[in-house]
Nanobody, 121 residues
Framework: QVQLVESGGGLVQPGGSLRLSCVAS????????MAWYRQAPGKQREVVAR???????TYADFVKGRFTISRDNAKNTVYLQMNSLKPEDTAVYYC???????????????WGQGTQVTVSS
């Protein structure tokens, strides 16, 4: 099986920064797109940023210029550097990835358990 585990969340003041990490582990053949989503209380989950295996990135409008997604393919890890955080960034942040395993050679989508980010003064 494949597991995605996020880390790096916490409580920060407005204008502060956090760096989230997500490590994929298990029986992994390859990973295509990796992404970060977030879900605030009472709201639907929304995509924050995506990164392809080749490093092409896409950002939601509400984080452009503030967040940076990156990945280390050798470590099966994706990062989200979050700067200039705002209270409205408060949410549970989830890692998402399309992963192939040796036993099933199609991409399947996986979710991490989420990490809480709280931006408050």
């Amino acid at each position: 099986q494949v597991q995605l585990v996020e880390s790096g969340g916490g409580l920060v003041q407005p204008g502060g920064s956090l760096r989230l990490s997500c490590v994929a582990s298990g029986s992994i053949f390859s990973i295509n797109v990796m992404a970060w989503y977030r879900q605030a209380p009472g709201k639907q989950r929304e995509v924050v940023a995506r990164i392809t295996n080749g490093g092409s990135t896409t950002y939601a409008d509400f984080v452009k210029g503030r967040f940076t997604i990156s990945r280390d393919n050798a470590k099966n890890t994706v990062y989200l550097q979050m700067n200039s955080l705002k209270p409205e960034d408060t949410a549970v942040y989830y890692c998402n990835a399309d992963v192939k395993t040796p036993s099933y050679m199609y991409y399947r989508n996986y979710w991490g358990q989420g990490t809480q980010v709280t931006v408050s003064s």
